[in-house]
């Protein structure tokens, strides 16, 4: 196969924060709609954790998020799972399922006569609140089923299992870039003919308290829960949650069968951009240094580039450094005669973490 064979896009399905489907999820985009909100009563008690000293032991200084409606709902008995599995499972888990069968109808395929096809799955993910929640009833809380229910792997394996693909099945942690990074790793295995379709995308889900509790005590997460993305207001990031899953073809493939065409991945690239100052500060020329990769893989010349969408995280130390990559390798590109646009979905559903890179 071609180093640079172009991947498509040929099905989707996601599960956002007022976007529940990508109809919907397009239609809180065009509206410039803001999906941010205070926590469900049914999740914690927010006026537990919250408090104006983000050094005050145990709490948290941002009360809003992106949450979704609900994530208790799963029909156990449609996936062929038995009540008291289902109730061990990882949320992260069923909603992933879901969201494979959804995604596959959407590309047109019949989920159930997908078994036996050399097809992968790679999900993003890095959060394991369920886990944090399970533990809380000790020992005799332990059965059957908390072994595969909490186990982050089983996120992709469960939806392996359920199609009976036969392809690579794994969940990617590489932080806050796992979705994009389970993206670009279906998309190389498709270049190599490892598989011939992939699933790929990411989940998060905030179940704890305590999950925002670290990021705010890291300094992460905005005080009054508002991103505001490339601008001297920044202050922080706002959480979100939910899932995203796209159907990846090689595109004369996807020609070739007729398939819907979304759009299509021309290339990409991924490396650790050597580290800033510190651990977590990330550095300007890491990122110059993976976006001339990726450009240089997709065969596009930063020139002809109209719109980036941002990691944007709204934050006083990442923004900066992105926005400097951004304009060395775009900003400044030669031949360029326009306005280079810029934005992120962070804005309007908050930042999905292990999931941010599909919701872009």
Known sequence: MPQNEPIAVVGL??????????EAFWGLLVAGGDAIG?????????????????SAAGRTVARRAGFLDRVDGFDARFFGISPREATAMDPQQRLMLELAWEACENAGLVPGKLSGTPAGVFVGAMADDYATLSRRAGAE?????????LARSVIANRVSYLLGLTGPSLVVDSGQSSSLVAVFQACEALRRGEVSLALAGGVNLMLTPESSVVVSKFGGLSPDG???????????????????????????????????????????AVNNDGGGEGLTQPSVSGQERVLRQ??????????????????????????????????????????????LRVGSAKTNVGHLEGAAGVVG
Do not use: M, Q
């Open 13 to 22: 399905a996601c599960r956002f924060p007022g976007g529940e489907s990508p």
């Open 38 to 54: 205070e926590v469900p009563a049914d999740r914690w008690d927010a006026e537990a954790f919250h408090d104006v000293d983000p």
């Open 141 to 149: 809380g332990i059965g059957a089923f908390t072994s595969t229910g």
């Open 226 to 268: 508002r991103a505001y993305v490339f601008d001297e207001r920044a202050n922080g990031y706002v959480r979100g949650e939910g899932g995203g899953l796209v159907v990846l073809k090689r595109l004369v493939d996807a020609v070739a069968d007729g398939d819907d065409v979304v759009c299509v991945i021309a290339g990409g």
């Open 294 to 339: 990726a450009y240089a893989d997709a065969g596009i010349a930063p020139a002809d580039v109209d719109y980036v969408e941002l990691h944007g995280t709204g934050t006083r130390v990442g923004d900066p450094v992105e926005a400097a990559a951004l304009g060395r390798v775009l900003g400044r590109a030669e031949g360029r005669s326009g306005v």
